[in-house]
């Protein structure tokens, strides 16, 4: 396949022979030999190429050069590898890097080429991508071959993964803090003093991504799974009815008065300006109709508009006029399945996102249904990392084909992405990262690997390291042979790679029923199942 | 009922009104008033009564004051409560102990009586108690009614729970480092540098629990389970055969060998000594007969016995044999269900643990069938933390009631406590803390508190408050009203109460399929079903 989006495709002509197996995800070609070359920190260095396209200057990979350096030098650990097999030293010492695409691009986007080839042999370590972004997955494959090179990246970039789905609002709490409407958060949020995301914390988070070449998909939901939004925005929210008389509880955001939308658009028109992804996710699961149904004007609106009695029409009305507001502020948008479930009429392109596993169908035949509409496609459903289970786990979502639903190639062609997500019902920082990683690796793997890469053993190696690294601490531990890392709790232990700091998560009380999300979403590369 | 075994009765005759629904397990009985007794870092002592049987240089409580003490006042942060109600200075200012059984006991045993009586109203704040050990279980719930007050102990005094049932060693490693044979740890764990317990972590172990009042029961599990004591101990296990030739691979501990028994003999030598406490755990679960039919040598050992092809009745041979050793040693012991289950001949006084859900029967019905034999019962069935599933699985934890089974009242006198297990084929210190707790609290007030505290609304209240003290670390937080918690990581956090440190835990490789259980048990209160 050819054309812009040809993207996460890897090729590694040839590499340090040991330490491949520390590679995850496992690159789509890989060519080894037995030669083992010696870099040292005293000479060696990252350089661009006097023909690439980027130059000192573009800060992606200016920053990205510091941060590996530091990865592979930086402590007085690292360590000279205990070589076998033939040794040469690199004759130039430097890793060349050559950029293709004219321009440093500032912002990783949806249609992002982040395929390279890393050559490494006796004439050269040189690293050729078409963007900075797939020289920043390159480098982080390099990082993985050198022996014992890391400490101090993080989990997501290590596996390669290039969205942060962020979803940011829920029932039980609205912490992020709106300019236009600081009430939301003063409100609804758990505590608007410790439980919020300021405008500070979504800038670091935006940057601290971008650095690392992985977007930030914000998720605004609405009509449902807004309770929270209704204690600072008076009318916003349904008013239920018990019989004739107002029960006292609210339902869905109130689809038929003009001041809905009228927040809705100054609202998102904030939105819009502070995440600069082209796209953002509108929500749209779940819409329980109970509440619009009790409601006498709701069904005085129902009649006028001639919906008769069916309420996904309505829906449909609100959510059409949602993307209208968001498509003229310039953005692209992401939904879930049950906007398309429903028949609301969407424009063609639309994102639809899959997370129900059996209901109303298996998410395998939602794919084909969504991808005979036409529309793209995004699979979470079987990689919900928070369902956990007793066992091995990660084997089952390693096991996933997404593309194997019957489908044209112009379908499965349709299908972007997949996301592995932790939902916070019961998760908070006590949990979280034990509970994402490493398990969040093997959907990685799935995504970004050749679909032929399926042997759970040969998987359980290279995660098992990647754990490892995860865990390393030298400062605690002993150097021992082998992994040294078991008994080392996550926060103590400063070497290791780490999350990018969210800021304060809203999750008081998330222990029982919670609320905010942190879903991580990987593009999917769609030649993994053309090149063999 | 009466006699030595009445335990863990708790008798609370009043209280401080408002922080009582800190209490955690809930106490047999309980009465509360209004008022409200300040008490001041200054002035406030633990004092023992004239008359009472323990005094100054009785170590278990001496110690357990300073301790609490510093629980009480220990750091700056310790505040004053926001009172409301009417409100005292407590004239005396000090709590006064009275241990009524002569002597100041050692170490606490299955027989030792933990009830208490705790009084504070305006003419004193009295503690009454059989024992130490009660004078302990009533400083907890003193430290509990005190508004703000816990900083520096551990979940497993907080929760009450009395013993700690130590799985050390299993198929994939063996850690314990024995004097007697230290092939043992050198050939069959992880690592013999780091993965191991030496004497000293035993020690420490122990000596930690004992002044908390928790007993440390060992378990070394054979036949079965054995395969890494046959690296250090060539002929202990089994030769598997293939046809008329040995496979190569290994089964359970080879029950035809005098030299087996030799080895036992000196092994269980030692373990006596090194562990005091008067019961040792003996295993006996999930013996595979497949190796020893397979064998000629264990076939020609059966027909001469007169065994036929029963081998339940090898198992049985090798078990008498066992548990006579350990019996002249002076110990008794406990024993998986499967001993009963095959009609091992065992002696009256073996106490058979309880582990299997549904198989053969229901864990109910086991229960009936070992306490109609007379024997003595231990229930961990429906308490395997380790076995984690999506959602509030405390509630299903703290819903059962042990002692539901068809039998009379004497069976039910025979079941003598439960067990919170946590096994570790999916669990090391990356994970374990958050798994154990505060799940583990559910089984703990299960087992201590009255049958009829069953309000899992007015549990949760309690069970969110004991989790968020195990949080707290007001260094890192910014002080708020409420749970002021819920961002720190367990280690990160120095004033929070913690687990006891048990050394090296012999966990390489745990993630995938592992070795080390360290489940804990609470003895179990007869008294609970009868008092109403």
Same mark, same amino acid.
């Given at each position: ?29 890989? *060519? ?5 070359y010696?870099?040292?920190?005293h000479?060696?260095q990252?350089?661009?190429?006097v ?7 573009? +800060? ?7 941060r ?10 690292? *360590?000279?590898?205990?070589?076998t ?18 321009g440093?691009e ?5 249609? +992002?080429?982040e ?23 390159g480098?982080?494959t390099?990082? &993985? ?10 989990a ?14 829920? #029932?039980?709490?609205f ?13 609804g949020s758990?505590? $608007?003093?410790?439980?919020i995301y300021t405008? *500070?914390?979504? =800038? ?6 971008r ?9 605004? #939901?609405?009509?449902?799974h ?6 600072g925005v ?10 004739? &008389? ?11 008065l003009n ?8 609202f998102? /028109? ?27 004007d709701?069904?005085?609106f129902? !009649? !006028? ?6 309420f =996904? ?6 959510i059409q006029?949602l993307l ?6 310039? =953005? ?12 609301v009429k969407v ?5 639809i ?15 084909? /249904? ?7 496609a995004?699979?979470s459903?079987?990689?919900?990392l ?5 066992? $091995? ?9 997404p ?9 499965k ?5 997949g ?13 979280l990262?034990?509970? /994402?990683? $490493?398990r ?13 890469v ?12 990647f ?8 400062e ?7 992994c040294?890392?078991i ?27 919670g609320v905010?999300?942190?879903? /991580?979403?990987?593009?999917?590369c769609?030649?993994?199942f053309? *090149?063999?």
């Amino acid at each position: 396949m050819a054309g812009s989006r040809l993207w996460l495709s890897l090729l590694l002509a040839a590499a340090f022979a040991g330490p491949a197996t520390a590679l995850w995800p496992w690159p789509q070609y890989i *060519q080894t030999s037995d030669w083992h070359y010696t870099i040292s920190p005293h000479s060696f260095q990252f350089k661009y190429h006097v023909r690439s396209a980027a130059q000192s200057g573009c +800060s992606v990979l200016d920053e990205a050069f510091q941060r590996y350096r530091d990865l592979l030098f930086g402590s007085e650990s690292w *360590q000279r590898a205990a070589l076998t097999g033939e040794q040469q030293t690199l004759e130039k010492q430097s890793l060349v890097i050559l950029v293709v695409t004219p321009g440093c691009e500032q912002l990783p986007s949806l249609e +992002s080429v982040e395929n390279y080839t890393l050559t490494i042999n006796n004439e050269q370590c040189f690293l050729l991508s078409e963007t900075v972004w797939g020289a920043l997955r390159g480098l982080e494959t390099f990082s &993985q071959l050198v022996w014992r090179s890391p400490e101090g990246t993080d989990a997501m970039a290590y596996n390669k993964f290039n969205v942060f789905h962020w979803h940011l609002v829920d #029932d039980p709490s609205f912490p992020y803090e709106s300019f236009a409407f600081p009430e939301l958060t003063r409100k609804g949020s758990y505590n $608007p003093a410790t439980h919020i995301y300021t405008a *500070q914390d979504v =800038k670091e988070v935006i940057e601290y991504a971008r650095l690392r070449g992985i977007r930030v998909l914000a998720e605004f #939901d609405t009509p449902g799974h807004t309770l929270s939004w209704g204690q600072g925005v008076s009318g916003l929210l349904t008013p239920c009815y018990s019989g004739s &008389q107002p029960s006292g509880t609210f339902g869905p955001v109130n689809p038929i008065l003009n001041s809905t939308y009228e927040f809705m658009n100054t609202f998102f /028109l904030e939105v819009s300006s502070v995440f600069p992804d082209f796209y953002l996710h509108l929500g749209g699961d779940e819409v329980d109709f109970a509440c619009w149904k009790s409601n006498p004007d709701v069904q005085a609106f129902m !009649k !006028k508009k001639g919906f008769g009695n069916d309420f =996904k029409q309505l829906e449909s009305f609100y959510i059409q006029t949602l993307l209208d507001i968001v498509s003229a502020y310039g =953005k692209g948008y992401v939904v879930w399945q049950e906007v398309f479930d429903n028949k609301v009429k969407v424009r063609p392109d639309t994102i639809i996102q899959v997370w129900r596993e059996e209901v109303p169908v298996s998410y395998m035949k939602e794919l084909a /249904l969504i991808t005979e509409a036409g529309f793209r496609a995004l699979l979470s459903a079987p990689w919900y990392l928070n369902r956990i289970s007793y066992g $091995p786990d990660w084997e089952d979502f390693y096991r996933v084909d997404p593309l194997s639903f019957e489908g044209s190639p112009e379908q499965k062609a349709l299908v972007i992405g997949g996301e592995a997500c932790m939902w916070g019902e019961y998760v908070d920082s006590t949990n979280l990262v034990p509970r /994402l990683w $490493p398990r969040a690796g093997a959907v990685a793997e799935r995504l970004w690997s050749n679909k032929v890469v399926t042997d759970p053993d040969f998987a359980f190696k290279r995660l098992a390291h990647f754990r490892c690294e995860l865990l390393r601490n030298r400062e605690v531990l002993p150097k021992v042979p082998g992994c040294p890392c078991i008994r080392i709790i996550w926060s103590a232990c400063p070497g290791c790679r780490f999350l990018p700091t969210l800021g304060p998560t809203p999750s008081e009380n998330l222990w029982r029923r919670g609320v905010q999300a942190q879903p /991580l979403s990987v593009g999917y590369c769609e030649q993994e199942f053309e *090149q063999i």
